[in-house]
């Protein structure tokens, strides 16, 4: 027998491009028309009127919720806020150095030890395990952030929306509301995006019976890549990188030359506009006048009209202004893919549930592309 070179005859695609994984009823996509809708409603329609808590419903359940019963979920989902003193002390146990991102993978995965029903897998369960991951993620960022610097962690106000609590307990004082509003914005912008990378890898760990804090555990290691949730920390550092608007032009063409890739820039599905992309621009303008501070957001026009004059297919994606939006209401540029997180666990956690209410074990197969019939010879004679 010689040695052969085997191939399927089924070929696979690349990143699994267009590749339809499963059923789903939570968030809709229509890349070549930029439509994006969250159980049956317009992301432009909810950015106008709706708020996070609302849009967070609206994932879990499937509809939208009446005032009673917006105004019961929200009291339950801020009474979630408060993490444990013994998760603090954890906390302030951790290396200073330590980044946001890894110290929230670790801490939802070790609040599952606090959790009797840790392993259940019972959809009432889990519901309240999301209701309870969603509440508490951004008061652990929080505190790390004020940890980190040796200062004190500032206790949830459940009066407060949790956009306004989040940022109170990250600035240390009330926040200013049109900054409060433009992070519920974000909030909303961000909560779900389909089979993502991040969603996807939430419903295959789901898919094997594993444990929600499995499954969210992953999509947190998954979203923390710069080609995904990533990108929006590599935006601002690139920015900085910069420095000033006359070197845009020139470190924008290097890095094209040299075919590095602009953060920010391009998607899977939406090769002509990301539709989340033009709202967080105008609310990143909108900050950005407040502040009085336009540095940042004129150079990132400035990177948007260059690309856009070399490529029709590359627009900015959602991670592009959200980075001057998240800089300029003063969040430390670390924090900015654990407040994506913040959001993403509301569609992290309908995918989950939509996963085990109906789940089937996720095991694709690849097209072997190496050799055959090799024949074993001892290690002496090789
Ligand atoms: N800058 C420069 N060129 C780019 C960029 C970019 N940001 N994105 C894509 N391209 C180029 C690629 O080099 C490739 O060129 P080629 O055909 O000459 O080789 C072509 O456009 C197609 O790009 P792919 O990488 O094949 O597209 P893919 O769909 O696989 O990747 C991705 C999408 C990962 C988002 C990519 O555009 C990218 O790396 N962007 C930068 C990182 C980023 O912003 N990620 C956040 C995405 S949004 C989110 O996850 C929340």
């Given amino acids: 027998m010689s040695e052969t070179q085997t191939q399927n005859t089924q070929q696979a695609q690349a990143g699994l491009q267009d590749l339809i994984a499963s059923n789903s009823s939570i968030c809709y ?13 317009q992301i432009e329609d909810l950015a106008q009127h709706s708020h996070f808590e609302e849009v967070v419903y609206l994932l879990l359940f499937g509809k939208m919720p009446n005032q009673k019963e917006l105004q019961q979920f929200s009291n339950e989902l ?4 408060t993490v444990p003193d013994s998760v603090l002390k954890l906390l302030k146990a ?6 946001p ?14 959790d009797k029903e840790d392993n259940s897998v019972a959809y009432e369960e889990n519901f309240k395990k999301a209701m309870s991951i969603i509440a ?11 940890i980190r610097q040796g200062k004190k962690p500032i206790a949830p106000d459940p009066k407060l929306t949790y956009a ?7 600035l240390g004082k009330k926040p200013d509301e049109l900054y409060a509003k433009s992070l519920d914005l974000y909030l909303i912008l961000l909560a779900d995006h389909e089979f993502n990378a991040s969603t996807f890898a939430c419903r295959v760990t789901g898919s094997t019976l594993s444990d929600y804090y499995s499954a969210i555990t992953s999509a947190v290691g998954v979203l923390k890549g710069p080609l995904h949730g990533g990108a929006n920390e590599q935006v601002i550092k690139m920015i900085m990188e910069i420095g000033d608007k006359d070197k845009v032009q020139d470190y924008i063409e290097k890095a094209l030359a040299n075919k590095k890739k602009i953060m920010g820039f391009g998607h899977r599905v939406y090769k002509v506009k990301d539709p989340r992309s033009p709202i967080l621009k105008d609310m990143a303008r909108e900050v950005s006048e407040k502040k009085e501070d336009l540095k940042i957001f004129r150079m990132s026009e400035q990177i948007e009209s260059l690309l856009a004059e070399r490529y029709k297919n590359l627009p900015p994606n959602v991670d592009f202004y959200s980075a001057s939006l998240l800089y300029n209401i003063g969040i430390p540029t670390d924090l900015f893919t654990p407040i994506f997180v913040m959001s993403r666990l509301a569609g992290w956690s309908a995918h989950y549930l939509e996963q085990i209410s109906d789940n089937r074990l996720i095991r694709p197969r690849a097209n072997y592309t190496g050799l055959s019939n090799l024949v074993y010879t001892p290690i002496q004679q090789r």
């Avoid at 993978?105 to 030890?113: A, N, Q």
């Avoid at 508490?136 to 004020?146: E, L, N, P, Q, V």
């Fill in 29 to 41: 996509i229509d890349g070549p028309n930029c439509h994006l809708v969250y159980r049956g409603y």
């Fill in 78 to 81: 801020a009474s979630d806020r």
């Fill in 94 to 99: 951790f290396p200073k150095k330590a980044h």
């Fill in 101 to 114: 991102m890894a110290v929230l993978r670790t801490m939802i995965s070790i609040l599952s030890f606090y």
């Fill in 136 to 146: 508490k993620a951004g008061t652990i960022i929080a505190a790390w952030d004020r």
């Fill in 164 to 170: 306004e609590d989040f940022l109170r307990m990250v």
